[in-house]
């Protein structure tokens, strides 16, 4: 019996929400990571959809959520998720739902910052959620965040703020933009502590434990490898580590406990954002892969950008990520298509690679060397078995396996909870 970890191993959206809260039922607690309310994960269970940011997808089939020391707290943004889905009838409550006592805060000024930063920017923003991501893990290894246990200690709160204030408020007002007072940080803090402290705990100590009792732990990324701080495409990336290892220090527990790598992948790419794309189209077959698959951000809104599958991206995910086996998501997307193609390899200067380049201006140089393969007719939405697959989609799985070095073992073909397919149980390692 193993614990399982799933990250996204192309830019995120690839549906890791769907697949933690499919794989929660058999798991007895999930825990997030890294990353914070930049995330944006949707559920559909029975026509009810859910949209969660911050909350372990885990809560709406009732089990314990955990956010780990890795990821960064907004306060108000946590209640609000909070108010949102116990209207939508999920209980959450500190007995459910467990939050790290030593996770760093991102508060308002760390928003204003980063939008500040990203419109000074201009034509090289990254194109960041700004919702203050950025700014707030700048501050955890600048050893300056105030930590939710803070929230406890009126005394230290005085002084950390001082000296945070000191630092946003000269960079807020170089970059011309609104700075903060001591007042209002205390009082935001002040009216905010009481509703999010109780939910705090040692987090590392309550897995230890369940760790010994044996109890099945799910691990839930946010984000994915490309836009992994140092294996993503930087630095259009986040701010954060997605790649599995990092399920270990972002929670408190043991490298070993990270269990069964599951890489989520969409059937073909998309992207938010800026930065470079290789196997993005331009045309209405990729404007029709956006209509088709409900292309827009969780988050911000914002049309993803979409392309053909990127075997070479995903391969370099699968290496980096530690990937055992993968899940497909949103190969319905693709049926009806005349043709399919597989972006294998780029063209670099004249030269061919069957590696991703590691420098931003070469990322941006690379051109797609692509393998188009007969699309299917038939209809893969709502497969819950193998069997139903026609036969060419199945072609086309085999054909992703062989090139990213990785077993899909899992499959999915619609937002559905239970269109689902499993070829083989992560949790049996
Ligand atoms: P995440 O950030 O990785 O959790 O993914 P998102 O939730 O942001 O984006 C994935 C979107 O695709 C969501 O709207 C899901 O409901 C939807 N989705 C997930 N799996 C499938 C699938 O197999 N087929 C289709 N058509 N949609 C899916
Ligand atoms: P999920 O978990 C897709 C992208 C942003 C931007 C870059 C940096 O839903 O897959 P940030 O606000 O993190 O500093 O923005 O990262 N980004 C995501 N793109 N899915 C996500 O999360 C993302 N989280 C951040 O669009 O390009
Ligand atoms: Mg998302």
New binding site residues.
């Given amino acids: 019996m193993s614990n399982v970890t799933v990250i996204?191993t192309q830019w995120?959206?690839?549906?890791?929400?769907?697949i933690v809260d499919w794989l929660a039922s058999r798991a007895d607690i999930v825990v997030r990571f890294q990353g914070g309310h930049n995330?944006?994960?949707?559920?559909?269970v029975g026509g009810q959809v859910y949209k969660l940011s911050l909350l372990p997808s885990g809560l709406v089939s009732g089990k314990i959520g955990v956010i780990g020391n890795g990821v960064v707290v907004d306060p108000q943004a946590l209640m609000g998720e909070i108010e949102r889905v116990t209207a939508q009838g999920l209980v959450v409550t500190p007995e459910t739902l467990w939050i790290a006592e030593t996770v760093p805060l991102i508060l308002p000024l760390h928003g204003a910052l980063d939008r500040a930063r990203e419109a000074a920017r201009g034509d090289h923003k990254i194109g960041t959620t700004g919702r203050g991501i950025g700014p707030a893990y700048e501050d955890k290894v600048a050893r300056r965040a105030i930590r939710l246990c803070d929230l406890a200690e009126p005394e230290t709160l005085e002084w950390k703020i001082d000296e945070l204030l000191l630092h946003h408020n000269t960079l807020l007002a170089g970059l011309g933009a609104e700075t903060f007072t001591k007042e209002q940080v205390l009082s935001y803090l002040g009216e905010i502590a009481p509703k999010v402290l109780p939910y705090a705990c040692p987090v590392w100590d309550r897995l230890d434990e369940a760790v010994r009792a044996g109890k099945r732990i799910l691990f839930e990324g946010a984000q994915a490898v490309m836009l992994d701080v140092d294996h993503g495409t930087y630095p259009f990336v986040t701010s954060s580590n997605t790649i599995a290892a990092i399920a270990a220090s972002g929670s408190g527990v043991g490298p070993k406990s990270v269990g069964f790598v599951l890489g989520?992948a969409k059937a073909y790419t998309t992207r938010v954002g800026e930065g470079p794309f290789p196997s993005e189209l331009f045309d209405d077959v990729g404007q029709g892969l956006g209509k088709r698959?409900?292309e827009f951000g969780?988050v911000t809104g914002r049309p993803r950008r979409c392309g053909w599958f990127d075997a070479t991206l995903v391969r370099h995910a699968v290496r980096v990520g530690g990937v055992d086996g993968i899940a497909l998501?949103?190969?319905?997307?693709l049926d009806g298509m005349k043709e399919v193609s597989i972006c294998v390899g780029y063209e670099l200067d004249g030269k061919h690679i069957d590696r991703f380049p590691s420098s931003p201006a070469a990322q941006s140089r690379v051109k797609p060397v692509l393998e188009t393969m007969a699309g299917w007719n038939e209809t893969t939405?709502g497969a819950r078995s193998w069997a139903e697959l026609p036969a060419q989609a199945i072609k086309y799985v085999r054909r992703i396996e062989e090139l990213i070095g990785a077993p899909v073992t899992l499959l999915?073909?619609?937002?559905e909870r239970d269109?689902t397919i499993l070829m083989k149980d992560p949790f049996e390692g």
């Fill in positions: 996204g995120g959206d690839e549906g890791k929400g769907k995330a944006g994960h949707t559920l559909v989520i698959g409900h969780t998501t949103k190969l319905d997307v939405a999915s073909t619609s937002p269109d």
